[in-house]
Nanobody, 120 residues
Framework: QVQLVESGGGLVQPGGSLRLSCAAS????????MGWYRQAPGKERELVAT??????TKYADSVKGRFTISRDNAKNTYLQMNNLRPEDTAVYYC???????????????WGQGTQVTVSS
């Protein structure tokens, strides 16, 4: 069994910062890409940022220059969010492409999400 657990969400004023964390655990052989997505009320889930096992990153245009994705080892990833705006309000989800053993294909796992609210 694989679990992705996010933490770090909350309420912040416009212009403020938050740091989200995601920890993967369980039966894991290897993790390729990890990423952050978000879903605002009434909207579809959208990509925020991704990072590969080699450290290559990709960002949505709306967060470039404000958000930074990182990984400190094979199983944890972080999203540093600066200069937050009301339009960043959403549930933020972590995902990871995980192989559970050396013969299996990778599968995308999702966390349960953490709420980020930007409001004065």
């Amino acid at each position: 069994q694989v679990q992705l657990v996010e933490s770090g969400g909350g309420l912040v004023q416009p212009g403020g910062s938050l740091r989200l964390s995601c920890a993967a655990s369980g039966s894991i052989y290897s993790i390729n890409a990890m990423g952050w997505y978000r879903q605002a009320p009434g909207k579809e889930r959208e990509l925020v940022a991704t990072i590969t096992s080699r450290g290559s990153t990709k960002y949505a245009d709306s967060v470039k220059g404000r958000f930074t994705i990182s990984r400190d080892n094979a199983k944890n990833t972080y999203l540093q969010m600066n200069n937050l705006r009301p339009e960043d309000t959403a549930v933020y989800y972590c995902n990871a492409d995980i192989r559970q053993d050396y013969i299996s294909s990778s599968y995308t796992f999702w966390g349960q999400g953490t709420q980020v609210t930007v409001s004065s």
